[in-house]
């Protein structure tokens, strides 16, 4: 069983950068694709980045394209999500979370293994 923990949420102005970080546990950390995903209030979870076991693929949607990098450690069983140019509209709690499967989807159904969240608060 994997457990995920995150860190590195704040309050940041328009404009600026943040650093997720996942720190996983867990035997299975290198074989299992990995995403962050984040939710704000009244809206649905959504999949910002996913990247599969060995971070030769990653995925973005265009909201975050361009803005967002997701990378992974497999030694270190970290997986991090730089978020540069923040946008207000990118305030949410976001989320770690590792799916059985080696290759990375955007479903949030696909992912069995959750973090507790870290805030992320973008000022205008």
């Known amino acids: 069983q994997v457990q995920l923990v995150e860190s590195g949420g704040g309050l940041v102005q328009a404009g600026g950068s943040l650093r997720l970080s996942c720190r996983a546990s867990g035997r299975t950390f290198t074989s299992t694709a990995m995403a962050w995903f984040r939710q704000a209030p009244g809206k649905e979870r959504e999949c910002v980045a996913s990247?599969?076991?060995?971070?030769?693929?990653?995925y973005y949607p265009a909201s975050v394209k361009g803005r967002f990098t997701i990378s992974r450690d497999n030694a270190k069983n970290t997986v991090d999500l730089q978020m540069n140019s923040l946008k207000p509209e990118d305030t949410a709690i976001y989320y770690c979370?590792?799916?059985?499967?080696?290759?990375?989807?955007?479903?949030?159904?696909?992912?069995?293994?959750w973090g507790q969240g870290t805030q992320v608060t973008v000022s205008s």
């Open positions: 990247i599969n076991w060995i971070g030769s693929g990653t």
């Open positions: 979370a590792a799916t059985a499967s080696r290759y990375a989807t955007t479903n949030m159904d696909d992912y069995n293994t």
